[in-house]
Nanobody, 122 residues
Framework: QVQLVESGGGLVQAGGSLRLSCAASGSTVSSSIMGWFRQAPGKEREFVSRISRTGGRTYYADSVKGRFTISRDNAKNLVYLQMNSLKPEDTAVYYC???????????????WGQGTQVTVSS
């Protein structure tokens, strides 16, 4: 019922910033936990961040704490990931996902976007 489309990726120098957006269609996602994941070449997909249904609670992987900020606008069916102080190791395809359940584990996410490429140069 839900389709997710990421945008905002691109090429940026180390220390720069990008803001990723995730747009939902087909249904509202206000009842869903929303998360961001990423997958670097040759590596497994990993958790980046997630946000509660109301936006009151956020969680981050240790690798991005203090640099990334997740937010949501339920009225617009949008989720954002503000990425600051980017590092080359942040280079990956970033995926938006929605979970109807707890959304703690990757397998609990029911809907996934196609991904958007983020490349951070040295």
């Amino acid at each position: 019922q839900v389709q997710l489309v990421e945008s905002g990726g691109g090429l940026v120098q180390a220390g720069g910033s990008l803001r990723l957006s995730c747009a939902a269609s087909g249904s509202t996602v206000s009842s869903s936990i929303m998360g961001w994941f990423r997958q670097a070449p040759g590596k497994e997909r990993e958790f980046v961040s997630r946000i509660s249904r109301t936006g009151g609670r956020t969680y981050y992987a240790d690798s991005v704490k203090g640099r990334f900020t997740i937010s949501r606008d339920n009225a617009k069916n949008l989720v954002y990931l503000q990425m600051n102080s980017l590092k080359p190791e942040d280079t990956a395809v970033y995926y938006c996902a929605a979970a109807l359940g707890p959304g703690v584990l990757e397998k609990e996410y029911n809907y996934w976007g196609q991904g958007t490429q983020v490349t951070v140069s040295s």
